[in-house]
């Protein structure tokens, strides 16, 4: 076992005993009320550990070679209300604290891969701390984020959403 892989052993046995620093509750809205799940954000010393589980995501995008792929970005609205499965306030634009182009803003995520409608990830991201993004929104995308496209990626409408809070 190398050295790098003792430090991620490491780091996925303390994060396993340790309490979030703050957690979004992820629900469906409109035609995807299915979808739930939840993100966790630690920080860290090298950064923030973000883990993004969900359930219950479309599975129409699937095909022969895989299950679907979704954008997922920090928005910096401050609230994320749902009300019979419609949006009702809005949730701003992509966290972008510095002015960034796409695909740099702060709160440009990974793409979420999800197969037989279950998606999870566990990823470092040294673009903001907890602090900053807490009272913001996880929002989860219908199609992948493009990387490219000005100036949010091109990822379709909001399939799913939750405000991230701090814990105690």
């Known amino acids: 076992m190398n050295r790098n892989q003792r430090n991620e052993d490491g780091m996925l046995q303390y994060l396993s005993k340790r309490i979030p620093d703050a957690t979004a509750r992820i629900r469906g809205l409109e035609n ?10 630690y920080q860290t010393q090298s950064g923030v550990f973000v883990v993004l589980a969900v359930q219950g995501m479309p599975t129409k995008n699937n095909n022969i070679c895989g299950g679907g792929i979704f954008g997922v970005h920090i928005h910096d609205g401050s609230s994320c209300n749902v009300n019979d499965g419609a949006l009702i306030t809005d949730a701003g634009t992509h966290y972008n604290p510095t002015g960034c182009a796409h695909p740099y803003h702060a709160g440009d995520l990974p ?8 998606g999870w990830y566990a990823v470092l991201i040294q673009r903001f ?3 900053e993004v807490v009272e913001k929104v996880i929002m989860i995308h219908e199609n992948p984020d493009d990387f490219t496209s000005q100036p949010s990626g091109n ?13 105690e």
């Open 32 to 41: 995807y009320r299915s979808i739930s799940g939840m993100l966790k954000l």
């Open 155 to 167: 990822s379709g409408g909001i399939i799913a959403c939750g405000t991230i809070k701090r814990l």
């Open 111 to 118: 793409p979420l891969f999800a197969d037989n409608g279950y």
């Open 129 to 131: 701390s907890v602090d």
